[in-house]
């Protein structure tokens, strides 16, 4: 076995690329991902000025050229270096079009999504709930209040009413129905 890794590691690039669209050599694969990874991380480096921006670059070229030399899809072997460079530089593009794009959104909108999130919310009137809450039968509250302000689970509210979890289940939705009602939601 170290023979043959002393052998993949003495190939060319243009070898290494056969073997692997052969689909017969993983030692193959490794070697050639060990040599990308510095080339493809300074091009990243270098565009990007961010190490893990540059990690993640690395990682989704590597994983194109893979996927692209397993299917056969580089013609010429002893252009591998210009494939993996090409594929650099469109990733990077297509990453500063997002960045682009976010931006624009971002001043588009920014100020609606920045904005406090009860201003989208109706206001609720507290008191009519009240009254609305007390309107309910006590098992009635006691279900609504178990499970949405305790937040008890279904079981944990039937064994403490001795009632089953279906008919907890059903006390609830009859009461929250109630409430509806009684607050003047439309559903």
């Known amino acids: 076995m170290v023979a043959s890794e ?7 690039d243009a070898e ?12 193959a694969e490794a070697e ?9 991380r300074l091009y990243g480096l270098r565009h990007l000025r961010d190490q893990q921006a540059a990690d993640d670059l690395t990682q989704q070229v590597l994983i194109t050229l893979l996927e692209a030399l397993r299917a056969g899809r580089l013609r010429d072997p002893e252009k591998l270096v210009s494939f993996v460079l090409g594929t650099c530089r469109m990733m990077v593009l297509d ?5 682009q794009r976010k ?3 971002l ?3 920014g100020a609606d999504l920045l904005a406090p999130a009860q201003s989208f919310l109706p ?5 009519q709930l009240r009254r609305c809450m007390q309107n309910l039968k006590e098992r009635e509250r006691a279900v609504v209040l178990m499970t949405i302000y305790d937040e008890q689970t279904s079981t944990d509210v039937a064994r403490f009413l001795s009632v089953s979890e279906s008919n907890v289940r059903v ?9 509806r009602d009684c607050m003047g939601v439309v559903a």
């Open 32 to 40: 050639l991902v060990r040599r990308m990874v510095p080339r493809v």
């Open 107 to 109: 001043e588009q909108f």
């Open 95 to 99: 990453q500063r079009r997002g960045t």
């Open 171 to 179: 006390i609830r939705h009859r009461a929250i129905h109630q409430l």
């Open 123 to 127: 206001q609720l009137d507290y008191g």
């Open 16 to 27: 290494l690329v056969r073997r692997i669209g052969s689909g017969s050599a993983r030692e």
């Open 103 to 105: 931006q624009r959104l």
């Open 6 to 12: 002393l052998n993949v590691c003495e190939l060319a």
